[in-house]
């Protein structure tokens, strides 16, 4: 991905900033809690949040104690942040951060790397400006997620790549369900995602919540509600542990 393919991907998730922050932001909180736990993030701790969307997980780390940082490329979800907590926010692209080393003592990246115009460097980067822990979670490559099936139904294969990661201290498998009450609530929350913006661009926003509708017709519930079950694999890094190149 390219900077000006990066500027576009945080126009495209800023257009409906508003519902992604209502109904489906905070899908990623039992991957946060794990990381709040295994890291020890608490009063004093300073945290480091890479794609930081509209905030959340900074929030929660500042509820715990910590002194939270996030940046995001999207203007629209940076404002949203900043309404929402007291944690600091830069509007900045994934890749050359502009903090010394060891400045956090935690940084974080929920599904995040891929997002970077180089994802190994925005890694490199994470790791240089940790004093200890880097925390990367990204969709399991090996279980799968019903939002993914879903997604590839709706645009086809992402196109996107696995961060090379080196070997962590640990590896979790992090179940991260998603409960939407009706259909109306559903079709926000999909229609929101940033990778589905070109295809309402070329086809109408009518043809893809056609779309998403036949694929999310399996995981509908006797109640007419939706429930996905989906995987995160978290990877926790120490950074004196890390190889060096």
């Not at 910590?66 to 995001?72: L, V």
């Not at 790791?127 to 399991?140: A, G, Q, T």
């Not at 259909?183 to 998403?212: C, D, F, W």
Request: aromatic letters at 6%.
């Amino acid at each position: 991905m390219t900077d000006s393919q990066a500027v576009r991907e945080g126009e495209l998730w800023g257009r409906r900033a508003a519902h992604r922050a209502a109904h489906g932001a905070k899908m990623s909180m039992p991957a946060w809690k794990t990381a709040i736990e295994r890291t020890g993030i608490g009063a004093g701790t300073t945290v480091l949040d890479l794609a930081c969307g509209s905030g959340e997980f900074c929030a929660t780390a500042t509820e715990a104690g910590a002194k939270a940082t996030g940046i995001d490329i999207s203007p629209a979800m940076i404002a949203l942040a900043r309404q929402s907590s007291t944690a600091e926010f830069h509007e900045r692209a994934l890749g050359p951060l502009p903090w010394p080393d060891g400045t956090f003592d935690v940084v974080t990246a929920f599904n995040a790397l891929f997002f970077a115009a180089d994802p190994e460097e925005a890694f490199a980067e994470a790791v240089r400006v940790s004093k200890d822990y880097v925390v990367v979670c990204e969709w399991h490559p090996e279980q799968p997620s019903d939002i993914i099936t879903i997604a590839r139904a709706v645009r086809g294969p992402s196109g996107r790549r696995g961060t090379r990661l080196p070997e962590p201290r640990q590896k979790l498998t992090i179940d991260i369900p998603q409960e939407h009450p009706d259909e109306a609530t559903m079709l926000r929350a999909m229609l929101s995602v940033g990778s589905v913006q070109p295809i309402i661009e070329s086809e109408g926003e009518e043809s893809v919540a056609a779309k998403i509708r036949a694929a999310t017709e399996q995981f509908r519930t006797a109640d007419g509600g939706y429930l996905f079950a989906n995987r995160y694999l978290m990877s926790v890094f120490r950074k004196n542990e890390i190889p060096r190149k």
